[in-house]
């Protein structure tokens, strides 16, 4: 089970750091994604790390803005946004995968999401 916290309301320019909590079996051997859905519109990758934390992707939009993050200790996954933008505003998933992936439908495994809502 992946368990999203850390969404809100939050001005342009702001920050938040979003937390994906594992429980229920242990993620440390997989990369896991940051996924964001707004409304009408298709699921989109945002970021992806490897098992290990050694390797990350991001999607063009959010470059340099945002950091992903882990902690195998923890079983836990970050995602550090700043500088965020009306744009950024969705509903903000982790998921699960056996490797380093862009895409959704190799993920296996999803939370429950969170909302980011950034105002202008």
């Known amino acids: 089970q992946l368990v999203e916290s850390g969404g809100g309301l939050v001005q342009a320019g702001g920050s938040l750091r979003l937390t994906c909590a594992a429980s229920?079996?242990?993620?440390?051997?997989?990369?896991m994604g940051w996924f964001r859905q707004a409304p009408g519109k298709e699921r989109e990758f945002v970021a992806t790390i490897s098992w290990s934390g050694g390797r990350t992707q991001y999607a063009d939009s959010v470059k340099g803005r945002f950091t992903i993050s882990r902690d195998n200790a923890k079983n836990t996954v970050y995602l550090q946004m700043h500088s965020l933008k009306p744009e950024d505003t969705a509903v903000y998933y982790c998921?699960?995968?056996?490797?380093?992936?862009?895409?959704?439908?190799?993920?296996?495994?999803w939370g429950q999401g969170t909302q980011v809502t950034v105002s202008s």
């Open positions: 229920g079996r242990t993620f440390s051997t997989y990369a």
């Open positions: 998921a699960a995968a056996t490797d380093l992936s862009r895409v959704a439908v190799n993920y296996a495994y």
